[in-house]
């Protein structure tokens, strides 16, 4: 089994700021890439942004400049870094992570449950 404990999301005016944290525990050998995606009502989840464990990151376009993704290895967490939000930016953001459970093993895909941003006056 693996757990992921979210948080920082809330309710925020435009031009303001939050940072999501993304903690993994459980059954994990090794987790390779770790990220966040968000799906807004009536749209298809998307991704916001990605990290491999060496490092290298991929932002959406709407959100390059402005969001910035970070981890901890050892604490298996993953950061999101968010300024200068905007209303579109409201949305549920689950976090997600590819995880080898034992040596061995199959790397399989795991989503938090996700927190609610919201971006509004």
């Known amino acids: 089994q693996v757990q992921f404990v979210e948080s920082g999301g809330g309710l925020v005016q435009p031009g303001g700021s939050l940072r999501l944290s993304c903690a993994v525990s459980?059954?994990?050998?090794?987790?390779?890439?770790m990220g966040w995606y968000r799906q807004a009502p009536g749209k298809q989840r998307e991704l916001v942004a990605t990290i491999t464990r060496g490092g290298n990151t991929n932002y959406a376009d709407s959100v390059k400049g402005r969001f910035t993704i970070s981890r901890d290895n050892v604490a298996t967490t993953v950061y999101l870094q968010m300024n200068s939000l905007k209303p579109e930016d409201t949305a549920v953001y689950y976090c997600?992570?590819?995880?080898?459970?034992?040596?061995?093993?199959?790397?399989?895909?795991?989503w938090g449950q996700g927190t609610q941003v919201t971006v509004s006056s």
């Open positions: 997600y992570s590819a995880v080898v459970p034992y040596i061995g093993g199959d790397e399989s895909d795991y």
């Open positions: 459980g059954y994990i050998f090794l987790i390779y890439t």
